[in-house]
Structure formats: C-alpha cells, structure tokens
C-alpha cells in the first residue's frame, strides 16, 4: 500500500496560482519517517510541529527565531526526507487567473456553475489534476499498488472533490482505476507526512517566485526527483469545460426569458 501525502499552496485568489505539492511513499516507510521526522523537530531548537510559513514569517512556533536559525532548521528537515526511502515529490497547479476567466464566461452566478459544473475553484481544478497525475505516473513506472491520497484538512471543497474522485474513478483507463485508492484528509499538525508535504511546497513557491533555490529546495532536488506539472487551459482536468459551460450558458439564457415572458403575461 502506498499513500500520498498532499498539501496546497495559493489558496488566496490574489494569488498568481494554486498548487498541490506532495510526496509518496510505502506505509511502512512512512512511518519510519515520521519517526525520524519527530526527532527533529524535538532537536533544539525545539517545535511541536512545522509550517513553512511560520518558519519564513518567524511566526508562531518561530516567533523570536533568527533568519539562521529558521533556515537551518527547514533544511535539518529537508535532510530527513532525503534520508527516508519516499519515491518521488510532485507538484501540480494552475494560474488563478486561467480559472476566473473561465467562471467569467458563465452568464449565471459562481454557485450555480459550482453546483452544476463543480469547477468553479483552482482547488477542483488542481484535486482532479494531482490525483490523476500520481496514478499516471505509478502506471507508467509499472507500480501496481494501490495509492491512497491524504490531502491537508480545512477547505470546503474537499466533500465536492471526494464525491466526484469516486464518480470519475470508475471511468478512469483499468491500469489506473486497479490502483486508485481512497482520498482523505488529515491534520498537518499531527501527521508528519503532510508537513514533509508543505516543507516541499514552501521551498518550491520560494524558487518558482524568487527564481532563487534556496539550500533547502537544492538538498531536496539533487536527491529526490520532483515532478513538475502545471495545468494550463488544454490541459484543464474537466474535460469539454467550454462545451459544458457554453451549454450552461444557453438554458441559463432560455430560463431567464421563459420567466421575463411568465412575469409580463401577469
């Protein structure tokens, strides 16, 4: 059993895009690392847990940290995932701006195209991205067991991406249905896995923003492969978006007349 442990980054719409970052790794393995893991984040410097932002902050469990101290201790870090035997870490996102564009050409409002598309987020377009980008690439290197996704808790768009994840299963290609697990979610404070996941998601936000790596991304980089794939609009995982929104667009228009015609013959 292997498991894929995934957090996100960009989930301000100002931001420029939204990304999933995460890694994957046997069961057992990751709970050799999570042992590991805990031991250095007791190491003093001590911390109950991490957030990449509160170490690039100094804030909450950094608070009164130097700079030196707060990098040192991303990168101690960053070495216990080089250490660890997890297979690969993986991004995927998309440009916040591509996803308004698209809701825009709606003519009725964000909730009904949510309730009727379900795409009206970055976080919808991404989930159905990340997952179908892991289980390509499982398929690809001959992996045949299955992958359990465990994404970070506190967006409400999970429920909706569950529920479509196991619609849209059923239709995938056999190779990759026979390994597509069970998604959930899990909190970043107790599970080691998804701060692993939000340390690699920091430091690839710092490269792709700054253009800089810094000795944390480059430590990670020279010893783990990480898999970069953006979604862009051909490549957007609601297949036909254009054709169903286009669609939308004409019964919202015919609805609108019918009631226009229904209110002037009152």
Known sequence: ???????????????????????????????????????????????????????????????????????????????????????????????????RNFIKSAISSTRTVRNILHCSRAYEWAFHAVTSMVLEIQVGLGETETVDFIFDEGDAAFDDCQRIYREIKEML???????????????????MPLQAADLLAGVSTVNLRDQRAGKAYRLLHKNKPLLFMPINKEQTPFPHIEEHISRLNFWWSLKTMIEKAKGGAE
């Open 173 to 191: 290609p056999p190779a990759q249905r026979d390994i597509a697990g069970t998604v959930s979610t899990g909190n970043d404070k107790a599970l």
């Open 1 to 99: 059993m292997l498991r894929s442990f995934i957090d996100e980054t960009g989930n301000d719409p100002n931001e420029p895009a939204f990304c999933f970052t995460g890694w994957i790794a046997r069961v057992d393995e990751w709970e050799r690392f999570s042992d590991a893991w805990a031991q250095e984040l007791i190491r003093k410097p001590a911390i109950e847990y991490f957030k990449h932002h509160e170490a690039k902050s100094r804030t909450e469990q950094f608070e009164g940290w130097s700079i030196v101290a707060c990098d040192r201790k991303i990168l101690s870090l960053a070495s216990v995932i080089t250490r660890s035997d997890i297979k690969y870490g993986f991004s995927t996102g998309i440009r916040n701006d591509v996803v």
